[in-house]
């Protein structure tokens, strides 16, 4: 079993600037890619950012520029610098990795998510 942990969502200011964090943890080989989502009331769970094992990343057009998605491999963790934060930025985000198990399969993630709120 595999858990994902999310930390440092929270209120800020539009403007501001927030730092989540994603840890992974359990009976983990490798993770593979590495995402963060976002699900704002009434709307579908969009894809923020993305990056692979090798570093290699993929964003939403709508926060490039503004939002840095990094890894580090040897704690299994996955960050999102969030910069210029805006109002349309509010939603609940989500950790994704998809995860090679010891039992050797390979299996797809959540974390339980994180509310980011840009209101001033």
């Known amino acids: 079993q595999v858990q994902l942990v999310e930390s440092g969502g929270g209120l800020v200011q539009p403007g501001g600037s927030l730092r989540l964090s994603c840890a992974a943890s359990g009976s983990i080989v490798s993770i593979n890619a590495m995402g963060w989502y976002r699900q704002a009331p009434g709307k579908q769970r969009e894809l923020v950012a993305a990056?692979?094992?090798?570093?290699?990343?993929n964003y939403a057009g709508s926060v490039k520029g503004r939002f840095t998605i990094s890894r580090d491999n040897a704690k299994n963790t996955v960050y999102l610098h969030m910069n210029s934060l805006k109002p349309e930025d509010t939603a609940v985000y989500y950790c994704n990795a998809g995860v090679l198990l010891t039992s050797g399969r390979l299996w797809n993630y959540w974390g339980q998510g994180t509310q980011v709120t840009v209101s001033s």
């Open positions: 990056i692979t094992s090798g570093g290699n990343t």
